[in-house]
Nanobody, 113 residues
C-alpha cells in the first residue's frame, strides 16, 4: 500500500489549497480515509475523514472551511481547504484504514498572516 500526498505549499491567510492523496494497493472507495496534520511542536491531530458510505466528518477547528472528498475512478482522496488561517500551518498526512492503518509521507502547508 502506498499513499502519496501532494498539493501543499505557501498561502496567505484567507486563501485556499487543495491537497490530494493518491492511493495504490487499496481502494479508497471501500476504506476509511482520513487527513491528519501535525504542527511544529504539537501532536498529530485528526482533521477529516470519509468512510465507505461517503459519510464525512470534520474536526471542529476546520468544519465549514475544509471539505474531504474522494474520486473512486482516480483512487484519490482530496482535502479542499478554504479560508485558511495561520494556525492551519502543519504537515498534512493522508491515512487509510482503521484497524490496520497506512500513512502517506505528508505534505507541508504554510499559511502566512
Amino acid at each position: 500500500v502506498q499513499l502519496q500526498a501532494s498539493g501543499g505549499g505557501l498561502v496567505q491567510a484567507g486563501g485556499s489549497l487543495r491537497l490530494s492523496c493518491a492511493a495504490s494497493g487499496i481502494r479508497v472507495g471501500v476504506k476509511p480515509m482520513a487527513w491528519y496534520r501535525q504542527a511544529p511542536g504539537k501532536q498529530r491531530e485528526w482533521v477529516a475523514r470519509i468512510v465507505g458510505g461517503g459519510i464525512t466528518d470534520y474536526a471542529s477547528s476546520v468544519k465549514g472551511r475544509f471539505t474531504i472528498s474522494r474520486d473512486n475512478s482516480k483512487n484519490t482522496v482530496s482535502l479542499q481547504m478554504n479560508s485558511l488561517k495561520p494556525e492551519d500551518t502543519a504537515v498534512y498526512y493522508c491515512k487509510a484504514g482503521s484497524v490496520l492503518e497506512y500513512w502517506g509521507q505528508g505534505t507541508l502547508v504554510t499559511v502566512s498572516s
